[in-house]
């Protein structure tokens, strides 16, 4: 089973494929280690971090496609997170093996900017994370450019029948709920 967890940065992703992957007993993978892959390996590929999440998923997609096609052959059992799928790109492969891709999305559309904003760089100290350095208006423009990325994507997600799950307030509350589901028996 692929448990495939998307959405915008600071959603809780990585948070939820760790519990998950650790409660499975199952590899996790990040698609920001990829992604960075082709930025420091391969820049001639013109896939890298400074391209917005969209721009990321159209460009990898036809590798991530192929890449989860091998790893369902194989019948892997994988977490996989990362900003770099999108719902209208995942939701063919996710109806060709619905018995072996359980996909959701994670995201903030209407999230205090300046508490977010408090809450990464709170993060950010703590962790070995790529914000640490960043300005407070840097910060606050990213979290900006991710409500507009999360109410993409829940749009997407609606018009595709995809689940959704808002972490703008009760944040792991929506992590609980988002865990749930994708490691319910149904899509």
């Not at 499975?24 to 390996?41: A, H, V």
């Not at 900017?113 to 703590?126: L, P, T, V």
Request: glycine content about 4%; some cysteine; hydrophobic content about 40%.
């Amino acid at each position: 089973m692929l448990y495939i967890i998307s959405g915008a940065s600071r959603s809780g992703k990585t948070l939820m494929a760790k519990r998950i992957a650790a409660e499975k007993g199952i590899p996790y993978l990040s698609l920001d280690w990829i992604m960075m892959g082709f930025t420091n390996g391969i820049p001639e590929y013109g896939i890298h971090d400074k391209l917005f999440p969209d721009v990321i998923a159209q460009k990898l997609w036809s590798f991530l496609k192929a890449m989860f096609e091998s790893m369902i052959y194989v019948e892997t059992d994988c977490v996989i997170e990362g900003e770099a799928i999108l719902p209208e790109l995942i939701k063919d492969l996710q109806q060709k093996y619905p018995e072996t891709i359980k996909v959701c999305f994670l995201g903030y559309t209407e999230v205090h900017i300046q508490k977010k904003s408090d809450e990464i760089r709170a993060f950010s100290h703590q962790k070995n994370d790529w914000l640490v350095d960043k300005s407070d208006a840097y910060i606050i423009d990213h979290v900006e450019n991710m409500i507009a990325h999360s109410r993409l994507i829940k749009q997407s997600c609606n018009e595709h029948k995809l689940q959704y799950f808002d972490t703008s307030v009760n944040f792991m509350q929506a992590l609980d709920e988002a865990k749930k589901f994708i490691l319910s028996d149904t899509n």
